[in-house]
Structure formats: structure tokens, C-alpha cells
């Protein structure tokens, strides 16, 4: 069956820039993830949903952080006024119940801040 | 000190060999307990987990965790040169979500 799909596989934008960032999870898996990747590192945790709810957003690094699941499918991780620290990949996982035990990667979406 | 540490390697091991990654954790709350590998450019996937002391097989894996010492294992038999890999250990508080992550080992397995 298809996996978790993540969109665009790869973003430049200058500093300053707005960027949006989609998840698409595996069919009717309750929780979705975000991470953030810095090179040669684990996956920071950045926030968490159950369904709709955003239960957890305590990883988001500052209010330029912001992400949303409106209908408990698609989700959207957006970045507003872009700083080169924030270049990374940005993992989505999800799984099927709560709790997050089995998470299930998107392969990711490599955002560069020039 | 980190929540989640492991040795960054890289660990070469002869193909046939057995590999053995270590991960140690400073949470004593730390229930669940998870294996990843990533290859280069691609994202994390989950090899297993566990939860209880002692060893757990999975196939050519078999994962050991020690709660009172506060670390887990992952032991690799029959290595291949595609098990050539980062291995990502990762901790859960069954109280809460997130998923505190080691910045994992570089495997190399040489033919």
C-alpha cells in the first residue's frame, strides 16, 4: 500500500521567505509526526497530532513554527520568514493508534535557507 | 549529557560477522525502546522495538535492553554489506509522545 508521502522532496528559498511543507500520512493512521534532521544527527521531535488535535508542539523551535491538520489527513508544516538556521530536513511520520509507537517515515523534505 | 547517546562510529564489521550497536539512556522513566536504520539520503525505518528486560529476536536481530543499567542493543548476526547503515536508537515516556532520539552509529559492513 502506499507509505507516507511528503511534498516538495526538496526547497530553496532566501531568508525571509514563507515556506509550506505537506505530509501526507498512510491512510487512516491516527497520529502524524514532524520532526526536524540536522545533519549527522537523530530527528528532533517538533510536534504531534491525533487526528485533527495538535496534542503536543512543544519541539517547535520558536512562534515561526506553525502546523496544522485540519481534517485529521493532510498536514502542513509552515515556516514563516525563513532563517538559514532553520535549514534541515523535515521528517513526517505517522502511525496507526495513539501514542506513536510504530511510526511509519516519510522520506522527507530537505528545505535550504539561502 | 544527552537524554540518548550513542558511539557515532563509524563500526566496521567483516560480512558474516555479528555487529553490535549500543545505546545508552539518562531517563529513568524511559519505557519503550526503538531501533531505526536510515541509509544515506533516505529517512528513518523501524527495525523493532522493546519494552520488557531481556532479549528480543527478530530474524537476523535481536534487540537486549537492561532498565536497571540503562542501556539497549542491537545485535546484528550474518552482517551483509547491505545492512551498511546509521542505526538511530530512539526512547518513549508511555506519559507522552515524543520520541528522544541518539544521533545514531554509522555501520560499515566490509565484504
Known amino acids: 500500500g502506499a507509505g507516507v508521502s511528503q511534498s516538495p522532496r526538496y526547497k530553496v528559498a532566501k531568508r525571509g521567505q514563507d515556506v509550506a511543507l505537506r505530509c501526507d500520512p498512510i491512510?487512516?493512521?491516527?497520529?502524524l509526526f514532524w520532526y526536524q534532521q540536522a545533519l549527522g544527527q537523530g530527528p528532533e521531535f517538533l510536534t504531534y497530532f491525533q487526528n485533527e488535535a495538535q496534542l503536543d508542539k512543544s519541539g517547535l523551535p520558536s512562534d515561526r513554527f506553525f502546523a496544522e491538520r485540519p481534517e485529521g489527513s493532510v498536514s502542513t508544516l509552515k515556516i514563516q520568514r525563513t532563517q538559514q538556521e532553520d535549514s534541515a530536513v523535515y521528517l513526517c511520520?505517522?502511525?496507526?493508534?495513539?501514542?506513536?509507537?510504530?511510526?511509519?517515515f516519510g522520506p522527507g523534505t530537505r528545505l535550504t535557507v539561502t | 549529557q544527552k537524554e540518548v547517546e550513542q558511539n557515532s562510529g563509524p563500526l566496521s564489521v567483516p560480512e558474516g560477522a555479528i555487529a553490535s550497536l549500543n545505546c545508552t539512556y539518562s531517563d529513568r522513566g524511559s519505557q519503550s525502546f526503538f531501533w531505526y536504520r536510515q541509509y544515506s539520503g533516505k529517512s528513518p525505518e523501524l527495525i523493532m522495538f522493546?519494552?520488557s528486560n531481556g532479549d528480543k529476536e527478530d530474524g537476523r536481530f535481536t534487540a537486549q535492553l537492561n532498565k536497571a543499567s540503562q542501556y539497549v542493543s542491537l545485535l546484528i548476526r550474518d552482517s551483509q554489506p547491505s545492512d551498511s547503515a546509521t542505526y538511530l536508537c530512539a526512547v518513549k515516556r508511555d506519559s507522552n509522545y515524543q520520541l528522544i532520539w541518539g544521533a545514531g552509529t554509522k555501520l560499515i559492513i566490509k565484504p
Open positions: 522493546i519494552y
Open positions: 491512510s487512516g493512521h491516527v497520529s
Open positions: 511520520a505517522s502511525s496507526l493508534g495513539s501514542g506513536g509507537y510504530e511510526q511509519y
